[in-house]
């Protein structure tokens, strides 16, 4: 949490604030996992079609399925192995050689790795301050539970 970050001394919270606190730190551990796995996925699909670009360098001439979606396939013809297509963006393509194309790939999976890297550097910082504020909020019960239990002690002895 950026509180944490920002060197609040969680000791002197309540435990309210410490739950608070608490669970948004394991909000953000689950969005960050969430954003690694997706990055993981998107750097998979990288690593394919790298693949794929090599296997089809000699496929000129053949006859193969050319998906139209996941389910459903056309018949077609490889023309040229000369330049592919490659998504560059949301709506944006450019058609490159095949080298070209490997390059634009292997530069856009270095960069997935390295934000998994920070993702992960900044999950493993979190882990540690939702451990910190749950072995304080933990002493904060039990203090609480022992002023109450004292409170109602001296109660039943007046």
Do not use: W
Request: charged fraction near 30%; glycine fraction near 6%; hydrophobic fraction near 35%.
């Amino acid at each position: 949490m950026a509180a944490a970050e920002e060197g609040i001394d969680i000791t002197r919270l309540d435990p309210r604030s410490l739950l608070m606190m608490k669970g948004q730190l394991e909000e953000e551990i689950e969005f960050l996992s969430s954003s690694y796995a997706q990055l993981s996925m998107v750097k998979t699909r990288f690593e394919e079609g790298r693949r794929a670009i090599t296997s089809m360098e000699d496929t000129c001439g053949k006859k193969m399925l050319v998906p139209l979606t996941s389910s459903l396939y056309a018949h077609g013809e490889v023309a040229s192995t000369d330049t592919v297509t490659v998504e560059l963006g949301t709506g944006y393509y450019v058609e490159v050689t095949p080298s070209k194309a490997r390059d634009i790939l292997s530069r856009r999976m270095e960069f997935l790795a390295k934000r998994n890297e920070d993702i992960e550097a900044s999950v493993t910082q979190k882990r540690k301050n939702l451990e910190a504020v749950g072995a304080i909020l933990q002493v904060k019960l039990q203090e609480q539970q022992r002023t109450a239990a004292a409170a109602q002690g001296e109660g039943t002895t007046s």
